[in-house]
């Protein structure tokens, strides 16, 4: 379920691009990219697409995306209202008071050595997760 509505931000947000993501038990952690309407027009044309199909595209985008605060404030009230019918419909584990912490850790990444140090971070979670599990 929380697969589902990571992948439906990129719907929802037209200039996010998504990039890995990992669903660990009890968090999440996922690299969201903020683009322009350069990018999605460079992207267009880099697709093959005419410059009547570019300007269509772009006349259906926002001038600006949403701050990473209203994306994460949206993907957790879609999880958490996905997951409190799945408690009522499909007897899901009830949760207490919150589906989600409070806040949420935002970094940007500064240059493609730390963007593949994170990824790499986030590749290896589950397997730190299981060994502290363990101790």
Not at 48 to 64: F, M, N, T, W
Request: with cysteine; net charge positive; hydrophobic share 40%.
């Amino acid at each position: 379920m929380v697969e589902y509505w990571w992948n439906e931000i990129a719907r929802k947000f037209p200039l996010v691009d998504l990039d890995e993501h990992i669903v660990m038990p009890n968090h999440i952690h996922g690299i969201i990219k903020i683009v322009d309407r350069r990018h999605r027009e460079k992207e267009l044309f880099h697709q093959g697409k005419s410059r009547d199909q570019i300007s269509e595209a772009l006349i259906h985008l926002p001038a600006r995306c949403e701050a990473l605060s209203e994306i994460i404030k949206w993907f957790k009230t879609m999880t958490t209202n996905a997951y409190i019918n799945g408690v009522k419909e499909q007897q899901w584990q009830h949760f207490n008071r919150h589906f989600w912490q409070m806040r949420y850790y935002e970094h940007v990444i500064k240059g493609l050595k730390e963007f593949l140090e994170i990824r790499r971070y986030m590749r290896l979670n589950p397997k730190r997760w299981s060994l502290n599990r363990k101790k």
